[in-house]
């Protein structure tokens, strides 16, 4: 992403990335290189997008605004 990103001239905000496992859990970390430095991604288990509340089990609760 961080060389597509630098490809078109686009530019990721790393403050705005998140990391959400899926259905597992993984002590993987993963990171973000702007500017030639490397920013750690934060690791969520929920993430509300567009109004949209997405949980890493994937089960319905109630949207917050």
Do not use: A
């Not at 970390?29 to 890493?56: A, I, P």
């Amino acid at each position: 992403m961080s060389e597509w990103s630098r490809r078109w001239l686009s530019q990721f905000n790393p403050e705005k990335c998140v990391v959400m496992h899926i259905g597992h859990t993984m002590d993987s970390r993963y990171h973000l290189v702007q500017d030639d430095q490397n920013v750690k991604l934060k690791s969520v288990t929920e993430e509300n997008d567009l109004g949209v509340l997405v949980t890493n089990n994937l089960k319905v609760l109630s949207q917050r605004g």
